[in-house]
């Protein structure tokens, strides 16, 4: 039987993706330059060779600054058409933009799978939550704006105070969540009123393939640039003309640290980043051992632990290590690898060729270093994957314990006294979130109370997670800078701006006046519904 008679109908690649489009000053422009080849891990055949999914262009500096002109172009100093738009033309807009991109859900949930190798529930769940992430936007930026329908007044001096777009920004996502944390970043961003240069992933760039024509025809020229290419190929040159106002990437802190270095006016430039973490899980010697194996199972090994809010090091009490590690080992090695449309696989292939040799190379220095991998599959590679190897005991001196190695691989700690596993969250250079897993109030108390002042979300009997959207999502130190969920990523890209006048019959007959005449899309108190 051949491979291609194992994989669906409905899932097989009948013909590449040539991407010789990109979207820039309202125009789908055709690319007659180089391109490059896109590869799935995933294999085709019955002998294994990676599958050719497509291709895309491979742009440069003439391209990324010609996005970077419409983009000024279309903010025009504040001036634009998209900054001064009214509040409910803008919502309409995108409004348009969500319903257009609804209708290519199929098409995207299948790339998301050969592209990144993501599971089909796991896909089909990136794209609905990317929907009602950009749906709630929506009701919250109309929320925001009805709060903003008022005057305020303070000692004799009337205010009318709303939120204002920051100017250009460049948009940069990652490739474990290319739809999702993208559009958590560029959805917002649009919405406020900036104009957005968008450069997609290096994997999961052709699922942006179907939505160029959504974004063409949903918001004016200029708004949404959308460019194709390596990254220091076209956002090196875009920072280094000084005429970007914001930075949004998800991502690693040597990229935003090389990217902001580039921009000449550092001060005048806003971050919202998001980037790499090393979250753990602390489970005292009381905690509740089948709730905790599963939730440290979902929390290492969800999409294959390549997640920035995944665990990345299981810190166990001695008093109860023996067992956990024994019924821990059991479940990693009794999960299903498969192909991301197979029923049940919750093992899926890694989308980078050269994930297999790192992780390697993680568990080889870790046993050369006293560790040994507990599990009987750890480290079984295949031409796509490596196996989850649990290692155990875990050192500070082992890279896997210093590295963010987002990836199947699991370090596990022993600890005696809780003040180990705290001193070591205290010292290291990422704070986005914990898991602490156990009964004993007297116990948990105190941990928390420490906890929440060195990481920004506290996880009981629970592993990490970004979700739900609403819920701030942030982190101290190197893993984040501003905060992104549906609230706080609308206040994340925008401003406050407002007029003032004092309290006399001039202004007030002038304000009346405007109010009637509606004349002005800033001095509104229209409420939204």
């Known amino acids: 039987m051949s491979k291609e008679a194992t994989i669906p109908e409905q899932y097989q690649i009948k013909e590449v993706i040539n991407q010789k489009q990109y979207l820039v000053d309202g125009e789908l422009k055709d690319w007659n330059g180089n391109s490059t080849e896109v590869f799935s891990t995933i294999s085709s055949t019955s002998d294994y060779k990676p599958t050719l999914l497509g291709t895309i262009p491979d742009m440069g500096e003439p391209e990324a600054l010609n996005a970077l002109d ?17 509040v409910k033309d803008r919502i309409e807009c995108m409004e348009t933009f969500v319903e257009k991109m609804s209708s290519k859900r199929e ?62 920004v460049l948009c940069l996502g990652p490739y474990n969540y290319p739809l999702n944390e993208t559009f958590a970043l560029l959805i917002p961003a649009i919405i406020m009123g900036n104009t957005t240069i968008f450069k997609p992933a290096k994997h999961g760039v052709l699922l942006i393939t179907p939505l160029l024509e959504a974004f063409q025809s949903s918001f004016p020229k200029g708004v949404v640039n959308i460019i194709f290419g390596r990254g220091r190929a076209v956002a090196a040159p875009i920072m280094q003309t000084g005429k970007v106002d914001v930075l949004a990437l998800i991502g690693n802190s040597k990229s935003a640290n090389a990217l902001q270095d580039q921009h000449p006016k550092s001060n005048r430039l806003r971050l919202v980043l998001g980037l790499e973490a090393k979250n753990p899980a602390i489970v005292l010697p009381d905690a509740d051992l089948d709730l905790t194996i599963d939730e440290c199972i979902a929390g290492t090994l969800s999409f294959n632990g390549q997640r920035c809010t995944a665990l990345k090091v299981l810190y166990v009490h001695e008093d109860i290590i023996e067992e956990f ?121 105190p941990l928390i109370d420490s906890l929440v002042n060195l990481v920004c979300r506290v996880n009981l009997n629970s592993s990490c997670q970004r ?34 006048f004092k309290d006399n019959e001039l202004n007030t007959e002038v304000i009346e006046q405007l109010l009637d005449a509606k004349v002005s899309n800033f001095i509104s108190t229209d409420y939204i519904l």
């Open 70 to 86: 419409a983009a000024l172009g279309a903010y025009k100093k504040g001036q634009g058409v998209w900054p001064t738009m009214h």
């Open 107 to 168: 098409e995207i949930v299948k790339l998301l799978m050969w592209e990144i190798g993501k599971s089909l529930p796991d896909s089909e769940k990136e794209f609905d939550r990317t929907v009602e992430y950009i749906n709630d936007t929506i009701e919250d930026y109309k929320q925001l704006d009805r709060n903003a329908a008022k005057f305020q007044k303070n000692a004799g001096v009337y205010a009318h105070i709303k939120r204002g777009p920051l100017g250009v």
């Open 325 to 445: 590690n024994k019924r821990f080992t059991e479940k990693v090695d009794a999960l299903k690898f498969g192909n991301p449309w197979d029923d049940g696989a919750k093992l899926t292939p890694l989308p980078e060729p050269s994930k297999p040799e790192y992780i390697q190379g993680l568990i080889e220095d870790a046993k050369t270093k006293g560790a040994k991998i507990l599990n009987k599959k750890g480290g079984k590679t295949t031409e796509n994957y490596i196996w989850p190897a649990v290692l155990y005991p875990v050192t500070k001196e082992m890279r896997v314990y210093q590295e963010e190695q987002f990836g199947p691989v699991i370090p596990v700690v022993p600890f005696k006294d809780i003040e180990e596993p705290l001193d070591d969250m205290a010292e290291s250079n990422y704070g986005q979130q914990v898991s602490l897993f156990g009964k004993d109030i007297y116990a948990i108390a």
């Open 467 to 500: 979700g739900p959207d609403v819920y701030p999502f942030t982190g101290r130190k190197d893993s984040a800078q501003a905060t992104l969920s549906v609230h706080d990523a609308l206040r994340s890209f925008s401003i406050r701006t407002f007029v003032a």
